[in-house]
């Protein structure tokens, strides 16, 4: 069946840097447009970005310039690299296969990332 288990997340300074994985099983993973979302206790799921299966990205203006997503297909994982951390930024965070709302059919566990100092 389709797997998704994100991994890397923990606490992080503000300011600091934070590289998340999510590693894919159960289908054919090169295919298939990734996206990151997270959510924050008391508030929806925000969309972080995707990643294309032609390696094109996207990301909301909210995070743009400070993550980055990207993917390799060999391993079946996708990544989502986090710079300049802000406490905003705790939240659980989740990878998916789809590249918005329309296309997402499945999630991840997700991992807690929490930034503090």
């Known amino acids: 069946q389709v797997q998704l288990v994100e991994s890397g997340g923990g606490l992080a300074q503000p300011g600091g840097s934070l590289r998340l994985s999510c590693a894919a099983s159960g289908f054919t993973f090169s295919k298939y447009s990734m996206s990151w979302a997270r959510q924050a206790p008391g508030k929806g799921r925000e969309w972080l970005g995707a990643?294309?299966?032609?390696?094109?990205?996207e990301y909301p203006d909210s995070v743009k310039g400070r993550f980055t997503i990207s993917r390799d297909n060999a391993k079946n994982t996708v990544y989502l690299q986090m710079n300049n951390l802000k406490a905003e930024d705790t939240a659980m965070y989740f990878c998916?296969?789809?590249?918005?709302?329309?296309?997402?059919?499945?999630w991840g566990q997700g991992t807690q990332v929490t930034v503090s100092s």
């Open positions: 998916a296969r789809g590249a918005g709302d329309y296309e997402i059919d499945y």
């Open positions: 990643i294309y299966n032609d390696n094109y990205t």
